[in-house]
């Protein structure tokens, strides 16, 4: 995904903290992929907003306005005029609004603004000693020396300019819209400061207008008009004092600026859900869970998976441990349910019939672990890592946690070891864990704080069959010597693999143990 969409919530976590999904969550379940998928905004920021509010991995007030995208969705009219208006920022200059929003754009001390001020009427006082004095020849010197340090305060200035090209024009834009969405009565109840942002914002858009009619000039003028307006430019400073003016008030009006974006961004991304939902098979909003109930899914499935085969779930007072063979459905299952869990509280929408979670628990995870070779880190250690960060997290409770076949980089009798006291920690402390793995041992160590379900296959014409359906139990054996035969492994390959393994006669066999 461009950076461009990713910079509103960069913004947000550098400037508030809002540190949303860890960076390997949002990669492991694919957030990246999820929003374009659910992308149906008109703005260029309605899609930063969008992909905002899906990572910071909280509730949001989507829920409370269930009436207005029913509302749009029943009156067509009233979207097309909420689309044209948002369609007005969705050029991609309107992406570099947030660059607008980072620190301080600029740094003046009062002693370098009263120079500005002093400055800006020192040719005018010369031109009319010119005139009026006795000795004009000095005057006159005078005059040329103040406009060249003019000229070079203007050309300092338009460089400084230079850099909000398209960020100034588009911020104009931004406060323009909203102002005219906000005039719907509709629109502006969804945020009750709407109005108090945009009057706040009143001396900074007249600033701003003429900041855009200063760039029109440079970019489009024909040359004589545009001579013209620099000479008048450098001999005034009109623009350096607005540049630096404008500057001071964005800086001063930080606040009021974000509260429009969002006003605008949220509203994209109710009017987004309008048509999202008219695209998916069925949907449902997310429940509360019965008193004993931890999770519930019912034909619950995964956006980003065509034809996805749906699966039904129920947890009470325990977490969940799925074993089950190579590519038989582990994986994508405890996705679905992480993934559905953020939709749910982000956006009050669920890909299932029915799901009854906590939306207040957090989503962790460890799914994919990579070597760290550039700092010498070997998939274990990485691996340790991130477990260890999750841990310190998770014990504080209350989070989904999700798993896939954890501490993969050591041999089997540690693996199974650490694993059944890591995860038989982490399903205390309220936590719901959903966790896959291929070590069929873990069952029976984790058998009371685990239910157990498992994905099996079928071999049909030499060919592996999944039906991608979760079943309680433990899964039997494993497909891996399987898959070995069926890409043409020679036979006495699978037949010693399969004499070893009935044999037990491997690290961690009941020999070991």
Same mark, same amino acid.
């Given at each position: 995904?461009?950076?461009?969409i990713?910079?509103?919530?960069?913004?947000?976590?550098?400037?508030?903290g809002?540190?949303g999904l860890p960076?390997?969550?949002?990669?492991e379940?694919n957030?990246d992929?999820?929003?374009?998928?659910l992308d149906?905004t008109s703005?260029?920021?309605?899609?930063?907003?969008?992909y905002?509010?899906?990572c910071?991995?909280?509730?949001?007030?989507?829920?409370?306005?269930?009436?207005?995208?029913?509302?749009?969705?029943?009156?067509?009219?009233?979207?097309?005029?909420?689309?044209g208006?948002?369609?007005r920022?969705n050029?991609?200059?309107a992406?570099t609004?947030t660059e607008?929003?980072?620190?301080?754009?600029?740094?003046?001390?009062?002693?370098?603004i009263?120079?500005?001020?002093?400055?800006?009427w020192?040719?005018?006082?010369f031109?009319?000693?010119?005139f009026l004095?006795?000795?004009?020849g000095?005057f006159l010197?005078?005059?040329?020396?103040?406009?060249?340090?003019?000229c070079y305060?203007?050309?300092?200035?338009?460089?400084q300019l230079?850099?909000?090209?398209?960020?100034?024009?588009?911020?104009y834009?931004?406060?323009?819209?909203?102002?005219?969405?906000?005039?719907?009565?509709?629109f502006?109840?969804?945020?009750?400061?709407i109005?108090?942002?945009?009057?706040?914002l009143?001396e900074?858009?007249?600033?701003?207008?003429l900041?855009?009619i200063?760039i029109?000039?440079?970019?489009?003028?024909?040359?004589?008009?545009?001579?013209?307006t =620099?000479l008048?430019?450098i001999? +005034?400073l009109?623009?350096t004092? %607005? !540049?630096?003016?404008? @500057?001071?008030?964005?800086d &001063?009006k930080?606040?009021?600026?974000?509260?429009v974006?969002?006003?605008?961004?949220?509203?994209d991304?109710?009017?987004s859900l309008?048509?999202?939902?008219?695209?998916?098979?069925?949907?449902?909003?997310?429940?509360?869970q019965?008193?004993?109930?931890?999770?519930l899914?019912?034909?619950?499935y995964?956006?980003?998976?065509?034809n996805?085969?749906?699966?039904?779930?129920?947890i009470s007072?325990?977490?969940i441990?799925?074993?089950?063979?190579?590519?038989?459905?582990k994986t994508s299952?405890?996705r679905?349910?992480a993934?559905?869990?953020?939709?749910?509280?982000?956006?009050?929408?669920?890909?299932a019939n029915?799901?009854?979670?906590?939306?207040?628990?957090?989503i962790?995870?460890?799914?994919n672990?990579?070597?760290?070779? =550039?700092?010498?880190?070997?998939? +274990?250690?990485?691996?340790?890592e %991130? !477990?260890?960060?999750v @841990?310190?997290?998770?014990? &504080?409770?209350?989070y989904l946690?999700?798993?896939?076949?954890?501490?993969?980089?050591t041999n089997?009798?540690?693996?199974?070891?650490i694993?059944?006291a890591?995860?038989?920690?982490?399903?205390?402390?309220?936590?719901?864990?959903?966790a896959?793995t291929h070590?069929?041992?873990?069952?029976?160590?984790l058998?009371?704080?685990?239910?157990?379900?498992?994905?099996?296959?079928?071999?049909?014409n030499d060919?592996?069959?999944?039906?991608?359906?979760?079943?309680?139990?433990?899964?039997?054996?494993g497909?891996?010597i399987?898959?070995?035969?069926?890409?043409?492994?020679p036979?006495?390959i699978?037949?010693?693999?399969?004499?070893?393994r009935?044999?037990g006669?491997?690290?961690?066999?009941?020999?070991?143990?």
């Amino acid at each position: 995904m461009d950076n461009d969409i990713k910079a509103y919530d960069t913004y947000r976590n550098r400037t508030f903290g809002e540190k949303g999904l860890p960076e390997n969550v949002r990669h492991e379940l694919n957030i990246d992929s999820l929003c374009e998928k659910l992308d149906f905004t008109s703005s260029c920021i309605g899609r930063q907003y969008l992909y905002h509010i899906i990572c910071k991995d909280e509730i949001s007030e989507i829920r409370d306005n269930e009436s207005l995208i029913k509302e749009l969705h029943d009156d067509i009219p009233l979207r097309k005029q909420l689309i044209g208006l948002l369609g007005r920022l969705n050029k991609p200059d309107a992406y570099t609004i947030t660059e607008l929003l980072y620190g301080k754009n600029t740094d003046y001390s009062q002693s370098y603004i009263n120079a500005i001020n002093i400055c800006r009427w020192m040719p005018l006082v010369f031109l009319l000693c010119t005139f009026l004095s006795n000795i004009p020849g000095q005057f006159l010197i005078l005059l040329l020396i103040s406009y060249i340090v003019n000229c070079y305060l203007h050309l300092k200035q338009k460089s400084q300019l230079s850099l909000y090209y398209f960020s100034i024009p588009q911020l104009y834009r931004l406060i323009q819209t909203a102002g005219k969405i906000a005039a719907i009565s509709l629109f502006a109840d969804t945020d009750r400061n709407i109005h108090h942002y945009i009057n706040n914002l009143k001396e900074l858009t007249k600033k701003l207008r003429l900041f855009r009619i200063s760039i029109n000039l440079d970019s489009n003028a024909a040359m004589p008009l545009f001579m013209f307006t =620099e000479l008048l430019d450098i001999f +005034f400073l009109h623009t350096t004092i %607005n !540049v630096i003016n404008s @500057f001071r008030l964005i800086d &001063s009006k930080r606040k009021d600026i974000d509260g429009v974006f969002r006003f605008i961004g949220f509203l994209d991304v109710i009017c987004s859900l309008s048509f999202l939902r008219e695209e998916l098979p069925y949907y449902c909003h997310p429940a509360k869970q019965d008193n004993d109930e931890k999770l519930l899914a019912k034909s619950v499935y995964h956006p980003l998976i065509d034809n996805c085969i749906p699966n039904d779930i129920s947890i009470s007072t325990k977490s969940i441990l799925i074993t089950g063979s190579n590519m038989s459905g582990k994986t994508s299952f405890i996705r679905t349910i992480a993934i559905n869990a953020i939709t749910g509280k982000v956006l009050n929408t669920c890909f299932a019939n029915e799901f009854r979670i906590d939306t207040d628990r957090r989503i962790l995870s460890v799914i994919n672990t990579e070597d760290d070779l =550039e700092n010498g880190k070997s998939y +274990f250690l990485t691996e340790t890592e %991130n !477990v260890k960060k999750v @841990f310190d997290r998770a014990i &504080s409770g209350n989070y989904l946690l999700v798993f896939d076949e954890l501490f993969k980089g050591t041999n089997t009798a540690e693996r199974i070891s650490i694993n059944a006291a890591v995860l038989k920690e982490l399903a205390g402390h309220n936590n719901i864990v959903l966790a896959s793995t291929h070590d069929n041992e873990l069952t029976s160590l984790l058998d009371n704080e685990y239910e157990l379900y498992h994905f099996c296959e079928d071999i049909e014409n030499d060919t592996l069959a999944f039906d991608y359906k979760i079943k309680k139990g433990t899964a039997n054996e494993g497909n891996a010597i399987k898959i070995l035969g069926l890409y043409g492994y020679p036979d006495y390959i699978t037949k010693e693999a399969e004499k070893i393994r009935n044999c037990g006669t491997f690290t961690g066999s009941k020999e070991n143990k």
